[in-house]
């Protein structure tokens, strides 16, 4: 499956704006409080051709995001002592 996306707007030359997120990047992977599972995934997108990248994140992006968004809800509701929804 692949996702279509529109191509986001560089606000410097492209190059300029490569360097920085590269930078970003080299940050959260050295960082200590960065996770395994976050620097496994960074270091394999680095491998990979970025727009496929792109695509798979957006992936990501429809599974993870309510499936976290539905656990926070349950815990939520776990915590508060009700029945679950």
Do not use: F
Not at 3 to 29: H, N, S
């Amino acid at each position: 499956m692949r996702i279509e996306i529109a191509p986001p707007r560089c606000t410097a030359e492209p190059e300029v704006e490569i360097a920085a997120i590269d930078r970003r990047i080299a940050w959260v992977l050295s960082h200590p409080g960065t996770s395994a599972w976050l620097r496994t995934a960074l270091q394999a997108a680095l491998a990979e051709e970025p727009v496929a990248v792109v695509n798979d994140v957006e992936m990501l992006r429809h599974l993870l995001l309510p499936r976290g968004t539905a656990h926070a809800v349950l815990a939520a509701s776990a915590q508060n002592g009700r029945e679950r929804p």
